[in-house]
C-alpha cells in the first residue's frame, strides 16, 4: 500500500490481519450475504487468534454507528449539492439507497477497525504459521 510499514491503513483498508498485513480477515468476500463477514478464527499467515473472547466483535458496533453517521452526513451533503431543491424525502431515500448498498462493507470495515484498537503490527512475526 502507499501507507508506510505498521500504518492501521494498510489492515483497515484491504481488510488484512491487524498483525501482519498479509492473512485474510474475513472468512468470505464482503458481499456475501450467506455468511455476512464472518471473521476467521485466526490469520492464515501469522496465526493471530482474531477472538479475544466469546462475543468479542459486538463492541464494532458502536464503530459501525459512527461510521453509519458519517456515511450519512456525507451522503445529506452531497445530496444538498447536487440538487437545485432539498427534499427530506429525496434524501431520505438516497440514505437509504447508500446505506443498502455499503451496509455489508460498513459492517466489515467496522470489524477490523474494531481489531486494529485491539491487535498491533509486528514487523517480524512468524508468517509460516498454517
Known sequence: MIFSKGNKL??????R??????GKFLKT??????????VRNQ??????????????YFGSMYVAYGLGVALMVITTLISYLISSTFSFLA???FICIVLTLLGPYINA???IIWA???????????TDKK
Open 10 to 15: 494498510n489492515s483497515i483498508i484491504p481488510i
Open 17 to 22: 490481519c491487524p498483525r501482519c498485513h498479509k
Open 29 to 38: 468476500s464482503v458481499y456475501d450475504l450467506s455468511r455476512f463477514t464472518t
Open 43 to 56: 490469520c492464515d499467515c501469522c496465526g493471530l487468534k482474531y477472538r479475544l473472547e466469546p462475543s468479542f
Open 91 to 93: 434524501t431520505f431515500v
Open 109 to 111: 470495515l467496522s470489524k
Open 116 to 126: 486494529n484498537m485491539f491487535f498491533s503490527y509486528q514487523e517480524n512475526c512468524s
